[in-house]
């Protein structure tokens, strides 16, 4: 009963349009990404990612930010193999049946405090597939969400820069690690 009521009750914030829209060059976002992560998490970011049922779109824009262009390793931002190892858990896709049980043990397995962000409109509300017989919904349906990017993929630009907005307002509410 209390996971459910932590659903329930935890605000979700979507990532404003303003954010998004912002031209930023990707080296400037970085180093303020880097700034924010050593003041808040002391070092580094470590992300899990999990795919609830997407059509992997969003999972190949979350594999670019590993790739020599945005090189994300290097201002401080993993991904990490083990939700015990990760501050962030990054769910991707419309969450099927199969695997409600799973996203919720791995919620569970992260330590707190966690912050779980929904990337893509599956993961916000379905997306095209909403209202399937094998789809549970979004992830805000199993699991507490705190922050949400939308697109149908979002760019590894706009993950980006919603991870900036992400840490400034952990920032502004005194999250530290």
Same mark, same amino acid.
């Given at each position: 009963m209390?996971?459910?009521s932590k659903v329930?009750?935890?605000k979700r914030h979507l990532i404003p349009l303003h954010?998004?829209?912002?031209?930023q060059d990707v080296s400037l976002v970085k180093e303020k990404i880097n700034k924010k992560i050593t003041a808040i998490l002391k070092g580094s970011l470590?992300?899990? #990612? /999990?795919?609830?049922?997407?059509?992997?779109?969003?999972e190949q824009e979350l594999t670019a930010l590993s790739n020599v262009f945005y090189d994300s390793e290097r201002f401080g931002i993993h991904f990490v193999a083990s939700p015990r190892h990760a501050d962030m858990l990054m769910v991707t896709g419309p969450v099927s049946s199969n695997m409600a049980l799973a996203l919720r043990k791995t919620?569970?397995?992260?330590p707190e405090p966690k912050i779980v962000v929904a990337v893509g409109d599956g993961a916000i509300d379905g997306g095209i597939f909403k209202g399937a017989? #094998? /789809?549970m919904g979004g992830?805000?349906?199993i699991i507490p969400v705190h922050f949400q990017i939308p697109g149908d993929p979002p760019s590894?630009?706009?993950i980006l820069t919603s991870l900036l907005y992400i840490l400034g307002t952990l920032e502004r509410k005194g999250v530290k690690k």
């Open positions: 209390s996971l459910f329930i009750t935890t954010v998004l829209s912002q031209e470590a992300i899990r #990612a /999990i795919d609830a049922g997407s059509s992997n779109a969003e919620y569970e397995a992260t017989y #094998a /789809i992830v805000h349906e590894a630009k706009t």
